[in-house]
């Protein structure tokens, strides 16, 4: 049996947890489900979006389902975290721009995980996509390290480490050589960005030494995106710096219909959390609408984690059934099915 921690979100997040937590249960897989609460709602409850129950839950279990929550734009938002991490000051207050980003930090997930793969059924412009983007989780501008110079100008720092840099590049390479890629793209800006995006390209392609028979290439990032566009079957791993890795792998859910069939992951050293790509898309909430694929297949991937892989292969196998089928889908997969009638349809063609 596996705890895992499992936190609904918010706006559509628990429809399409739910529905992810049915075709789980019907996999087989072992798991027993332990519900935390992050958010609006916890925030009433406890002062924080982000109660310190929630990371001691995660911290003791090691794996854990989020579903999407809600980031404000703009403004002075913060996510103030008082969790008594180990190695750190009991008194001390840390704060982030998003829950998303408080989680990858507090349990150090440095490695944002998101294949990008064609599936049947869905439309897309292109077709035979198989893309896995390795995005840096901690620094970059995303570490929030930002302020007003003055009432008319602000000012953000871009953190590079090489730890960092070493340790996004080696987990890509490691998943090329256990899944049998034959090819790592190291995406970048420096031609422009010397020192920072420099660092960051001298430490992940020193590691190809150690990689025999794996290749390594890089690309300029806006080069990419048109390389992307243009010719995608070209690429294979992707590893990039934390904000060209959010930008681009929502590119590359375009290439496959969407951040609606998008999954992702959160990885560590010794926890790991699993997502969808999507948003919380509030204004859905409630109507049993929203296309529960990417928190399926997200849940799949949870599922190899955890050595359950037969179960993520059915479910995987039951999804690709339905898709194909085009019937019992969600509206935006052009059918008329609810998001609980999907999930049921899946389970119906589990093996």
């Known amino acids: 049996m596996h705890r895992v921690t499992l936190i609904p979100g918010e706006g559509i997040g628990p429809e399409v947890t739910e529905a992810g937590q049915m075709v789980v249960e019907a996999s087989g897989a072992a798991i027993e489900w332990e519900i935390v ?17 929630v990371f001691e839950s995660i911290a003791r279990n090691t794996v854990a389902y989020k579903g999407p929550v809600t980031t404000p734009f703009g403004g002075t938002y913060r996510v103030r975290v008082t969790w008594k991490r180990p190695g750190t000051d009991p008194q001390e207050v840390r704060s982030y721009p998003s829950i998303s980003v408080a989680l990858r930090k507090e349990l150090d997930l440095y490695a944002n995980v998101r294949p990008a793969k064609s599936l049947p059924g869905v439309q897309s412009r292109y077709e035979g996509i198989d893309l896995v983007i ?7 501008l995303y570490a929030g390290i930002e302020h007003m110079v003055s009432e008319d100008i602000a000012e ?7 730890r960092a840099s070493e340790r996004i590049g080696r987990a890509a390479f490691e998943y090329a050589r256990k899944h049998g ?14 020192l920072t995006d420099g660092l960051f390209l001298r430490s992940v392609t020193d590691l190809a030494k150690d ?9 300029v990032v806006d080069n990419m995106c048109m390389q992307l566009v243009q010719k ?3 690429y294979d791993v992707l590893v990039l710096p934390n904000l060209y890795g959010d930008i681009l ?5 375009g290439l496959i219909g969407g ?13 790991a959390e699993f997502e969808p790509v999507h948003g919380s898309a509030p204004k859905y909430a409630g109507l049993n609408r929203a296309n529960p694929t990417a928190t399926i297949l997200s849940m799949a991937m949870m599922l190899e984690h955890l050595g359950e892989e037969n179960s993520g292969k059915r479910i995987e196998t039951a999804l690709k059934a339905v898709l194909r089928e085009g019937k019992e889908v969600t509206p935006d997969l052009g059918g008329k099915a609810g998001t609980r009638e999907m999930a049921r349809a899946i389970i119906s063609r589990m093996s």
């Open 37 to 53: 609460e992050v958010g609006a709602e916890a925030e009433k409850r406890y002062g924080t979006p982000t109660p310190d129950y």
């Open 134 to 140: 390795f995005r840096e989780n901690t620094e970059d």
């Open 156 to 162: 953000s720092v871009k953190i590079i480490s090489r």
């Open 181 to 194: 890629r034959k090819k790592v793209t190291v995406v970048h800006k420096a031609n422009i960005m010397k």
């Open 211 to 219: 990689y025999p028979g794996i290749e390594v290439e890089q690309r």
């Open 232 to 234: 995608p079957e070209l």
């Open 249 to 253: 792998s929502d590119l590359a859910a």
């Open 259 to 271: 951040l609606g069939v998008a999954p992702g992951a959160n990885i560590g050293d010794t926890i």
